[in-house]
């Protein structure tokens, strides 16, 4: 048995040497050191030997195995070599080619819509205001000309966090820390975040709003309508047309909905319009006196108007978005598109 283990070694050692690739010598270990190869088959008549021969006769062949093992590694490495050096001397690896693109991030949709809206109005003077996303009951409602029980209190469904503070329903109460705090003449934006009970595919419950306030001597609704309509044209472009509804806000009289035509269409009418031609961007209005007087001004020197924009309503006016959940989700191909 051992002198058949030998041949085997010689005979697999000058089948390694010749090998001329380390695919084929790896197809000769199978042959040779392989579960089901010569050795193993060798090994097996091992069975037959007597119980004293087979310790001895076992580790003879046990050693010739591990050298033709050993003489496989070495073949193996010398192939290895061969070939890395082949491949350098024919490949040439261009250092100066440029590596790959890294991913570009970009800004969320939303951001870049609330940059660009204050962008534009910062223009005219506005300037940027925060106030708190958890407001009391007075100056999300009292304050704003809407006591409790009013009716008008069913215009926004509210989070209440307990009988006297709510999340706040809108950014209108920023009017009130603002006149507040200020001297008139007062001209802020303030963009944030607000809360509604509130969900389908073009209401979420936490959403931005964007409130313009102006307060000054003798304002008028000529003022506002010149304001907003400056606005509409440097966001929607020039073609884009604005149209005032009365409408009802208990903080503003008189009040009014303002809408824009539609700039997917033009005006002609679409999906996204409802095929009505216009889309409505958010309210506004003259400051109640009542409102001015709140916030400790004088309500017979001093006059106002308001607006307030819904952020992801612009957003997808402008850009065709039919689902305002995707703003939310995350999704990379949705958000790169606005890159
Ligand atoms: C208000 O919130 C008033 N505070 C706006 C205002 C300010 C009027 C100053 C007068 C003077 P309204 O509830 O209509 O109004 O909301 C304004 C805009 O927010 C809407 O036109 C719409 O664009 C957006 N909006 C309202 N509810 C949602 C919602 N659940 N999801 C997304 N956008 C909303």
Not at 300 to 325: H, N, Q, S
Request: proline fraction near 6%; hydrophobic fraction near 35%.
């Amino acid at each position: 048995m051992q002198k058949k283990a030998k041949l085997i070694l010689t005979e697999a050692k000058e089948a390694f040497e010749k090998s001329p690739t380390t695919k084929l010598l790896y197809d000769l270990k199978v042959k040779y050191l392989g579960k089901q190869g010569l050795f193993s088959e060798l090994m097996k008549g091992l069975g037959k030997l007597s119980k004293e021969d087979r310790p001895q006769v076992g580790k003879e062949v046990n050693i010739v195995k591990n050298e033709l093992e050993s003489a496989y590694q070495v073949r193996l490495q010398q192939l290895d070599d061969l070939e890395m050096n082949k491949k350098l001397q024919t490949e040439h690896l261009d250092l100066t080619l440029p590596g790959p693109d890294a991913p570009r991030g970009n800004q969320h949709p939303l951001t870049q819509t609330m940059q660009e809206i204050v962008g534009i109005l910062s223009k005219i003077g506005f300037t940027v205001r925060t106030g708190p996303l958890i407001e009391t009951d007075w100056y999300n409602f009292e304050a704003l000309n809407i006591p409790k029980d009013h009716p008008a209190r069913d215009m926004q469904d509210t989070f209440y966090i307990d009988d006297t503070h709510v999340l706040r329903t809108h950014t209108s109460p920023v009017q009130i820390h603002t006149m507040q705090d200020e001297k008139p003449p007062i001209r802020i934006l303030s963009p944030g975040s607000v809360f509604r009970c509130d969900a389908d595919v073009t209401h979420s419950p936490n959403f931005y709003q964007i409130e313009g306030l102006l307060i000054d001597k003798d304002v008028s609704m000529a003022h506002l309508k010149g304001t907003i309509s400056f606005f509409v044209k440097q966001y929607f472009g020039t073609k884009i047309k604005t149209r005032f509804r009365p409408s009802f806000f208990p903080f503003t009289e008189p009040s009014a909905e303002v809408d824009c035509s539609c700039p997917q269409c033009n005006g002609k009418g679409c999906r996204i319009c409802s095929h009505t031609g216009w889309i409505e961007i958010g309210g506004s209005g003259l400051v109640h006196p009542n409102v001015i007087k709140s916030a400790g001004l004088d309500s017979d020197e001093f006059t106002g108007y308001a607006f307030g924009f819904g952020v992801e309503r612009m957003a997808m006016i402008k850009y065709g978005v039919d689902d305002i959940r995707l703003f939310n989700e995350n999704d990379v191909r949705f958000l790169g598109q606005f890159n």
